[in-house]
């Protein structure tokens, strides 16, 4: 029972640290905006500082830190110990409890003007990560008060690849209308995806009835298992990696569009990441659990609450031939509305944000007040409704005078969060941030208040 209780609590804890922030969306000057648009341009030209010239990480999920953790006796423990009650384990815990996960670091970027002022192109080099877990509420009923029943819909994904994407957004229309578009080469370095359909418990007088099943699918450079010569079946700690290339290789693009309805009233759509990867079935690894095993002897503590006596010698997989799978990418849908006061200084925005994730959609609306009292600072404010469960509050600075771009964006500012910033109310948390040097030809879209002068014929 202790092994299968450390696996369950990594997998709550290792989706830690999703990408595309919010705040970020209508934020003047930021040389992210085309991530979240490609119709979107910077106020110039640019190049990012390797590493650090675009970072994005953050958690989206619908359980909080403070569900999972719990402070006893100076310490935190996971929401499995023995030391918290039943009852107050399950209190926070949805039918269905999902994390996730996302960072992306930015490792070359470069963007600039074309002579006309309004043609903008960049290509950006990019490592990406993603992380997802689902886990229903009927599997912590069994662990914390020994409740049989059918347990289903357990998983785990994670992938990691390198993106090289080319944008390029143009004008239509008298400059009402802007378009851009993204095309992406991708790269698969790794992933593994682990799925239970069935994990049924039932107790029989003094002994545990399991049944199972369940795939594992892993994929990356060097992979392999390594059964157990007399079962013929391997777990987790039978895999042996040595990575020294790709895995997989994809496409994707980004679609977007800027329409300006009224002189100071701006509509935008874009979806981004509609793409695939197919990885490579001569680096993978499948296997497949289909059991019905018995526990003698049950281990009743002082509480009263049954508990089965089991290890991870449960979760361990029949080898079978692995087949190249090809997996789409998570695809998002951004729509929004802009309305700009005080000779543009002011802009109020209001954006939905549609997610499709492994194991889940979500849906997510944002209001956000603009504030650029100069050419080269902007200050961005939000409020989102996370998919009709909660709310954040989310902070923006831009900073972009004709020697630096920097710009950061969170949502934990304003969170009660532990020592190390990790958000303990919050299921959703964003930080963003970017530093790069300006380059080339100023944007047409500058307002002439700012900038009349800075233009290069």
């Known amino acids: 029972m202790k092994k299968a209780t450390l696996l369950l609590a990594a997998l709550l804890l290792a989706t830690g640290l999703a990408a595309q922030n919010p705040t970020l969306y209508f934020m003047e000057g930021s040389t992210y905006r085309s991530q979240l648009n490609p119709a979107f341009a910077p106020q110039r030209g640019y190049v990012n500082l390797p590493g650090i010239g675009g970072m994005e990480v953050g958690i989206n999920g619908n359980v909080a830190l403070d569900n999972i953790l719990y402070p006893r006796n100076g310490r935190l423990v996971t929401l499995l110990d023995s030391s918290v009650p039943a009852d107050v384990a399950l209190s926070g815990l949805s039918a269905q409890n999902r994390i996730g996960a996302e960072t992306r670091i930015n490792l070359f970027g470069i963007g600039m003007f074309t002579a006309n002022h309004k043609n903008f192109w960049s290509f950006d080099l990019a490592l990406r990560t993603s992380e997802e877990t689902t886990l229903p509420r009927s599997l912590f009923e069994f662990l914390k008060r020994g409740e049989e029943g059918h347990i289903s819909d357990i998983g785990l994904m994670a992938e990691s690849y ?47 009835a399991v049944a199972t099943h369940g795939t594992i699918d892993i994929t990356a450079d060097g992979t392999k298992a390594n059964p157990d010569p007399e079962s013929g079946l ?30 100071q009233l701006q509509a935008s759509l874009a979806v981004t990441d509609l793409g695939f990867i197919s990885w490579s079935d001569r680096k993978s690894v499948t296997g497949v659990s289909s059991r019905e095993t018995e526990f003698t002897g049950v281990d009743v503590p002082d509480n009263g ?49 549609l997610r499709f994730l492994n194991y889940s959609t979500v849906h997510n609306i944002t209001a956000s007040v603009n504030i650029q009292p100069t050419r080269w600072l902007t200050f961005t404010g939000s409020y989102s409704a996370l998919d009709n469960r909660s709310g954040a509050v989310g902070l923006g600075l831009s900073i972009h005078p ?28 964003y930080v963003t941030a970017g530093i790069g040097i300006p380059i080339g030809r100023d944007s047409h879209r500058k307002t002439a208040e700012f900038a009349p002068r800075s233009r290069k014929k």
């Open 162 to 208: 390198l993106e090289a994407g080319f944008n390029y957004s143009m004008p239509l229309l008298d400059d009402r209308l802007y378009i851009g578009f993204r095309g992406k080469l991708l790269v698969g370095l790794a992933r593994m995806q682990m799925d239970y359909d069935r994990f049924d418990v039932t107790l029989q007088n003094d002994r545990w």
């Open 234 to 263: 391997f777990g987790l700690g039978d895999l042996e990696t040595s990575p020294k290339g790709p895995s997989g290789y994809g496409l994707a693009v980004d679609l977007g569009a800027t329409y300006d309805i009224l002189p």
């Open 305 to 353: 609450t049954p508990a089965p006596d089991f290890d991870l010698e449960l979760l361990r997989f029949t080898p079978v031939e692995s087949s190249a799978p090809t997996r789409m990418l998570r695809a998002s849908v951004n729509a929004a509305l802009e309305y700009k006061l005080w000779k543009r200084r002011i802009g109020i925005g209001l954006l939905y944000t």
């Open 402 to 429: 004709r020697w630096l771009h920097f710009f950061i964006a969170t949502d934990l500012l304003t969170s009660r969060h532990t020592p190390q910033w990790i958000p303990v109310r919050q299921s959703t948390a």
